[in-house]
Each structure stands twice: as C-alpha cells, then as structure tokens.
C-alpha cells in the first residue's frame, strides 16, 4: 500500500527564496534593488509577526494534562 502523498502540489505553491520574497513584498523586478533597509525591514516585520504567531498558538493551545503514572500520589 503506497503512503498517502496528499494533494498533488500547486506549481504557484513552490518554495520561495527569501529573495523573491523581499522583491514580491517591497515590489522590487530584482535582487539587484535590495538595499540593506530592505532587508532590516523583512526581518523586523516577520520577526514580530512571528512573535504574535506563537503567542497566538501558545493561547489557544489546549491545556491537556498529562497522564498520572502508576506510582504516583493521588
């Protein structure tokens, strides 16, 4: 029996460098166009969106306890 593959991929959903990425977001034709603010910038925004990401994942994570073993208290 073959694994489950899932969804064959999007040819749009291939992965990005982190320079497209900076020339997509700042609409820059090429890597040529980056200047060091460009880069600052990037990694600021996406850093504190990053921090908002995980406080969110932290909040809403469920709270399961963990299970007691055999030999402990009541």
């Known amino acids: 029996m073959e694994p489950d593959a ?8 291939r ?3 982190v320079i ?3 020339c997509r977001a700042y609409g820059l034709a090429d890597a040529s ?4 603010e460009h880069i600052q910038r990037y990694v600021s925004e996406h850093r504190h969106g990053d921090e908002r ?3 969110l ?3 809403l994570r469920p709270r399961i306890p ?5 030999d ?3």
Request: a negative charge.
């Open 66 to 70: 963990r299970q007691r073993a055999a």
């Open 6 to 13: 899932g969804p064959t991929p999007d040819p749009e959903s």
């Open 72 to 74: 402990d208290a009541a």
């Open 20 to 22: 497209q990425l900076i």
């Open 53 to 55: 990401t995980e406080q």
């Open 57 to 59: 994942r932290s909040r």
């Open 15 to 17: 992965r990005l460098s």
């Open 33 to 36: 166009e980056i200047t060091e």
